[in-house]
């Protein structure tokens, strides 16, 4: 049963082909820092041609504010997710907006009545990739933390982050960058992270500091996500299969958030981590349950009762 939800939103900082297209092939930052929009049509959800304009924000909280009056009160909650990446393989993810909106959106008991995807420039290959996502994180926050201030507003406060895996390190540059401009009005009600793949250490009291091919160092502190979030909730797998693989390939001195939660850690009171792998319907392929957020009906209930709550 789908619900009156008419659209969903996509933004991103994709740089864009020269007919205007996002395009997985190209993926770098747009060389000016430009947030593009497309309005998604239910519909059309499988599409991949958008061809996005430079973010409009009065008229895109319009529309979530319109989105959200279509529905009852069951759909009253704005999913803003991140998504992560597939090794050596660009692309948009947008097939992840379908599946978004399946989990959270249709039926009577999806408690979202918007989802706005973030697509972010996703080169696909791991020996630079956490440095460049950080970096476009920072970049976008900076540019775009009214945005989501209004977002939060047109949500009437309900405004929720969900990011999946890799696209943890985009969410540790936008908390360096919120950490450094002293930001203390959090857009998000709540963070939702799933399969985190940044180092365990990144939540405990001042996170943690990982220096690179030679590089000064980039600080991890997810122990300061409440200048994103009112609350924040770490759903981890201590089986997770996909994220020792990664481990093996960067950062091979930490263990994984995403697998680890927060054993044998201080962590601050606005946290709380949660195992999923008690969970009884998820899937044995492995990258189906390292997406578990999507594919296990009883971890997308977690996900949605916090939502709701």
Same mark, same amino acid.
């Given at each position: 049963?789908?619900?009156?939800?008419?659209?969903?939103?996509?933004?991103?900082?994709?740089?864009?082909?020269?007919?205007?297209?996002?395009?997985?092939?190209?993926?770098?930052?747009?060389?000016?820092?430009?947030?593009?929009?497309?309005?998604?049509?239910?519909?059309?959800?499988?599409?991949?041609?958008?061809?996005?304009?430079?973010?409009?924000?009065?008229?895109?909280?319009?529309?979530?504010?319109?989105?959200?009056?279509?529905?009852?009160?069951?759909?009253?909650?704005?999913?803003?997710?991140?998504?992560?990446?597939?090794?050596?393989? +660009?692309?948009? !993810?947008?097939? %992840? /907006?379908?599946?978004?909106?399946?989990?959270? *959106? =249709?039926?009577?008991? $999806?408690? #979202?009545?918007?989802?706005?995807?973030?697509?972010?420039?996703?080169?696909?290959?791991?020996?630079?990739?956490?440095?460049?996502?950080?970096?476009?994180?920072?970049?976008?926050?900076?540019?775009?933390?009214?945005?989501?201030?209004?977002?939060?507003?047109?949500?009437?406060?309900?405004?929720?982050?969900?990011?999946?895996?890799?696209?943890?390190?985009?969410?540790?540059?936008?908390?360096?960058?919120?950490?450094?401009?002293?930001?203390?009005? +959090?857009?998000? !009600?709540?963070? %939702? /992270?799933?399969?985190?793949?940044?180092?365990? *250490? =990144?939540?405990?009291? $001042?996170? #943690?500091?990982?220096?690179?091919?030679?590089?000064?160092?980039?600080?991890?502190?997810?122990?300061?996500?409440?200048?994103?979030?009112?609350?924040?909730?770490?759903?981890?797998?201590?089986?997770?299969?996909?994220?020792?693989?990664?481990?093996?390939?960067?950062?091979?001195?930490?263990?994984?958030?995403?697998?680890?939660?927060?054993?044998?850690?201080?962590?601050?009171?606005?946290?709380?981590?949660?195992?999923?792998?008690?969970?009884?319907?998820?899937?044995?392929?492995?990258?189906?349950?390292?997406?578990?957020?999507?594919?296990?009906? =009883?971890?997308?209930?977690?996900?949605?009762?916090?939502?709701?709550?």
């Amino acid at each position: 049963m789908e619900t009156a939800c008419a659209a969903h939103h996509v933004i991103t900082n994709r740089r864009l082909r020269p007919d205007g297209r996002m395009d997985a092939w190209h993926p770098k930052p747009d060389p000016a820092g430009t947030i593009r929009h497309a309005t998604v049509p239910v519909a059309a959800l499988s599409r991949r041609d958008h061809r996005p304009e430079p973010v409009d924000v009065d008229r895109l909280c319009g529309a979530v504010r319109v989105g959200l009056r279509r529905q009852d009160d069951r759909h009253r909650d704005v999913l803003f997710f991140i998504h992560g990446h597939l090794l050596l393989l +660009p692309g948009l !993810r947008l097939g %992840l /907006l379908r599946a978004l909106h399946d989990r959270y *959106a =249709a039926g009577p008991h $999806g408690p #979202v009545g918007v989802i706005v995807f973030f697509s972010w420039p996703d080169r696909g290959w791991p020996w630079s990739e956490d440095e460049e996502a950080y970096r476009a994180g920072r970049a976008f926050f900076a540019g775009s933390a009214g945005l989501l201030a209004a977002l939060r507003d047109a949500a009437g406060g309900r405004l929720h982050l969900l990011v999946q895996s890799f696209g943890h390190h985009l969410l540790a540059g936008m908390v360096a960058q919120a950490v450094a401009a002293r930001h203390d009005a +959090p857009p998000f !009600r709540s963070c %939702l /992270l799933a399969g985190a793949d940044v180092p365990q *250490a =990144a939540i405990g009291p $001042g996170g #943690v500091t990982v220096s690179s091919r030679g590089d000064a160092g980039r600080s991890y502190r997810f122990d300061q996500l409440h200048r994103l979030g009112e609350r924040t909730v770490v759903y981890y797998d201590p089986r997770d299969p996909i994220l020792p693989g990664s481990r093996r390939l960067m950062m091979v001195r930490y263990r994984r958030l995403g697998r680890a939660g927060c054993a044998g850690l201080q962590v601050p009171r606005h946290v709380t981590c949660r195992d999923v792998s008690a969970a009884g319907d998820l899937p044995a392929w492995p990258l189906a349950r390292h997406r578990a957020f999507i594919t296990s009906p =009883a971890v997308a209930a977690m996900i949605a009762a916090q939502i709701r709550s």
